[in-house]
């Protein structure tokens, strides 16, 4: 039985989930309903950025490597818009690996944290708790 079966985050908003990968997307949204966090999905960056324009969120977790425009780049864009709620939103990156080259250039386009895949739902939740509580 998992210490997390019950965890909430009530300081929460909704959550963009930025990922293209079906079987990641179902663990999310299963961790996520067990969690009891509202999240939106895009599948691509540049649905991403349609999102992130239209929507509210509390943060994102951005795959990096998706086809049309890959995680990196869209953290860019956001980061380049005038907003400062774009300078703050809390962006996670995603990534299957845990070379340091990844970390560094999801460090260099501007995201906040990273996470490896798999998901090891303990790391994922005390991430996620971590930006939730940096909320104005």
């Known amino acids: 039985r998992s210490i997390l079966k019950d965890a909430v985050i009530p300081t929460l908003g909704k959550v963009l989930v930025v990922e293209d990968n079906i079987f990641n997307i ?4 299963k961790m996520f309903a067990r969690w009891k966090i509202d999240m939106d999905l895009a599948q691509n960056g540049e649905e991403a950025l349609e999102q992130i324009k239209k929507n509210e969120y509390s943060m994102v977790l951005m795959d990096l490597q998706m086809p049309i425009m890959d995680g990196y780049r869209t953290t860019e864009i956001v980061r380049s818009w005038p907003d400062q709620k774009y300078q703050q939103l809390p962006i996670i990156s995603l990534c299957a690996s845990a ?19 798999p998901f090891i739902p303990k790391e994922l939740f005390q991430t996620i708790e ?7």
């Not at 970390?103 to 895949?117: L, V």
């Open 99 to 117: 070379m340091e080259e990844f970390r560094e250039r999801a460090f260099a386009a501007g995201m906040n944290d990273y996470i490896t895949k």
């Open 130 to 136: 971590r930006y939730a509580s940096l909320e104005p």
């Open 26 to 29: 179902k663990v999310l949204e």
